[in-house]
């Protein structure tokens, strides 16, 4: 840029903002925080989403969510949520009409989850405490979880470090067998770094370890297989194993460019567990700015996955100890282009409305061998958000 | 000063807000008296007065403020320049004036040049006659700095000094919500382009509609380049939010010399909010948005 011109007048020392406020700072003048941010004092906001994915399942999420700053130390938020979940959903994977293919059955779920999340934070200084709680309430599933996480601002808030443990402990039931009542408790172990590069490019990854233990199984799906030599076909119930640890590693750039208006968002995420799935998901977006009140943001998101080790359409002889067909444990791609667009008017009121479209395929897994009996879903979504600033 | 000028207190009572804004206001008297280039008796003028001749001893206050000076010379690679006033003799801001060129220029800018000046610890001597020593680029938020400060010493939580729309804010309102400080439109007179929140802190601008003269369509304003005697160009208007007033304008001013594109990644550097107009209309609002 033209900053480098005219390099006879002397190189510009690295940091402005310190040479002047060093300079300042001999005057008889007390120099106060400038952080904008400071100003806010809280946001509430309303979302509604829907999610139609072609005649199987319709989620309707109302949300409630606030956020309360106070005296620049304390930091509250709260959020709650109720899903409505309608339509059917498959149950059975059966290879009677010759390859394996997802049967639905006819029954419907009509299910309500409600959600709720409190998060309390605390700052010292450079160093931040926050504890959340969160409670999901279903028919068929309760979960409670609990996390504590600290942060580090280093280097004059060039660099943030975050280390994070969770626990959730849930109890997973089913409205087609009432005896089901089994755990599932899971601890999560974060850590992350948050460093910014220049003014305009920021950069953030998070490695999360979750552990987990006990019941996994899907109470509502199972297998149903035919065999060529047996007159009786075999029905299996999903089972998988009592444990499941995964490794996810998730990294942000930003990058802002003030000539453009814009800023570049890319994600990439990459997860593995002990079931034998690894999976890439990588998103780019790009945010632009369009005058002062508007922006748009159109965004793609690529998905792959390799399927569990104990993934299988068709149950194999002899019979395994774990099977699942499930086929979100199979392996596929998925495309997810999305719209969002953002109108800031100025009595503090933010309007978000955003606009998707989600395809999941067996041959869009990355390098092909995609899982055959997988079934392409094809799905739209829609959210639109309200928020206040006061 | 034309401009408006006021001091907002919040105070338990009327006489205790009455008693805190005039200390605030006798502060900006007292620093207005004492680097108005009007009068005679002031410490700019007496400097002015011996340009050429012997080394004038000046006070502390005076010496750092120069030192301040300084730092936003180096800064700025020579832009910023507190000697460049003697170009006010060749433009002439009002309807029908005209552009001044090479020939007035050149005599001028022969006699601006910060790194010149001599100065010691209490010493400062302007070495050629006709030099100037002008403080109306950081005496006014100099001013807004002191002001809030001696609120500040006094006891004030919550107030504002605004001295022409350079302003400090001394914590937010009793109930917590921020100041709206409306951003002038630099095109449209009386309107307010953008309401930014500030509960703490100093908000300064440099545009370039308040003394400016036009012709043939385009635009000159009273932001000199000390280098070429031209106007600045590349940006309408650049607020900057920042731990004092002083600060907040020197980076808004030196954003404004160094011209569009170094303009933005000056201000990127220097990773305070601000909000600005470019030349064209457009506007980049790093102030609700952050890097």
């Known amino acids: ?390 | 000063m034309a401009a408006l000028n006021e001091v907002q207190v919040h105070a338990p009572d009327v006489s205790a807000a009455r008693s805190l804004a005039a200390l605030a206001i006798a502060e900006v008297r007292r620093i207005e008296a004492k680097y108005s280039r009007y009068r005679a008796d002031s410490v700019v003028s007496r400097i002015n007065a011996a340009a050429g001749g012997a080394p004038v001893t000046v006070d502390e206050e005076t010496a750092k403020l120069l030192d301040y000076v300084d730092a936003c010379f180096r800064q700025s690679r020579g832009r910023f320049d507190p000697t460049s006033g003697v170009l006010r003799r060749a433009w002439r801001f009002e309807p029908g004036a005209s552009i001044p060129g090479l020939r007035e220029l050149r005599p001028l800018l022969a006699a601006i040049g910060w790194h010149r000046v001599e100065r010691t610890p209490d010493t400062v001597r302007l070495p050629l006659a006709g030099m100037e020593l002008d403080f109306g680029g950081f005496g006014k938020e100099y001013a807004v700095d002191r002001a809030a400060t001696v609120l500040r010493e006094a006891g004030a939580a919550s107030a504002i000094v605004n001295l022409a729309g350079d302003l400090a804010v001394l914590g937010p309102h009793p109930d917590g919500s921020p100041w709206r400080i409306g951003v002038q439109h630099p095109r449209k007179r009386q309107v307010a382009l953008a309401a930014l929140p500030v509960s703490c802190g100093a908000l300064a601008t440099s545009g370039d509609y308040e003394r400016y003269l036009e012709a043939d369509g385009v635009r000159h304003c009273h932001v000199l380049d000390p280098r070429t005697g031209r106007p600045a160009r590349g940006f309408q208007s650049v607020t900057v939010h920042a731990p004092s007033c002083l600060v907040a304008g020197s980076a808004s001013t030196i954003a404004m010399l160094l011209g569009r594109d170094a303009g933005l990644s000056w201000l990127e550097s220097l990773e305070l909010p601000y909000f600005a107009v470019l030349e064209d209309g457009i506007i980049v609002d790093r102030f609700r948005s952050g890097p």
């Open chain 1, 1 to 390: 840029m033209a900053a480098t011109e005219d390099a006879e007048e002397g190189r510009r020392p690295r940091a402005p903002l310190a040479a002047l406020t060093q300079a300042a700072l001999a005057l008889p003048i007390v120099l106060a925080s400038a952080r904008a941010g400071a100003a806010q004092v809280g946001e509430v906001g309303f979302a509604a989403l829907g999610y139609k994915e072609r005649g199987l399942i319709k989620v309707t999420e109302p949300v409630l969510w606030g956020r309360l700053q106070v005296d620049d130390v304390w930091e509250f938020e709260a959020s709650g949520a109720l899903d409505i979940v309608t339509g059917a959903s498959p149950e059975l994977v059966t290879n009677l009409p010759g390859t394996p293919v997802q049967s639905v059955t006819g029954a419907s779920i009509n299910d309500r989850r409600r959600t709720a999340q409190l998060r309390a934070k605390r700052r010292f200084g450079d160093f931040s405490l926050s504890v959340s709680r969160a409670v999901s309430n279903e028919e068929d599933y309760h979960s409670h979880a609990f996390a504590i996480q600290g942060e580090a601002d280093l280097d004059q808030h060039r660099t943030t470090l975050a280390i994070g443990l969770g626990k959730s402990n849930d109890r997973v039931g089913s409205s087609i067998d009432p005896a089901l009542d089994e755990r599932r408790d899971t601890r999560e172990y974060l850590a992350g770094v948050t460093q910014v590069l220049s003014p305009l490019a920021v950069v953030q990854s998070t490695l999360t370890v979750t552990r987990g233990k006990g019941w996994f199984n899907d109470p509502y799906k199972s297998t149903l297989t035919f065999y060529p030599d047996e007159i009786l076909p075999v029905l299996f119930a999903d089972r998988r194993p009592d444990h499941r640890n995964a490794v996810a590693w998730l990294t942000r750039y930003r990058r802002h460019f003030p000539g453009a208006s814009g800023t570049l968002q890319a994600d990439y995420r990459l997860f593995r567990d002990d079931w034998g799935i690894r999976a890439h998901t990588l998103e780019l977006a790009w945010q632009q700015d369009l005058g002062e009140r508007w922006s748009i943001r159109p965004a793609l998101r690529y998905y792959t996955q390799g399927a569990a080790d104990f993934y299988s359409p068709v149950v194999p002889r002899p019979r395994p100890e774990v099977l699942s067909s499930d086929q979100r444990l199979g392996a596929f791609g998925g495309l997810s282009p999305s719209l969002r667009l953002v109108l800031r008017l100025e009595n503090g009121l933010t309007v978000e409305g955003t606009a998707g479209y989600v395809h999941d395929a067996a041959s869009l897994r990355l390098g092909g061998g995609g899982s055959e009996a997988f079934t392409t879903l094809r799905a739209v979504y829609g959210i639109l958000s309200l928020s206040r600033a006061f």
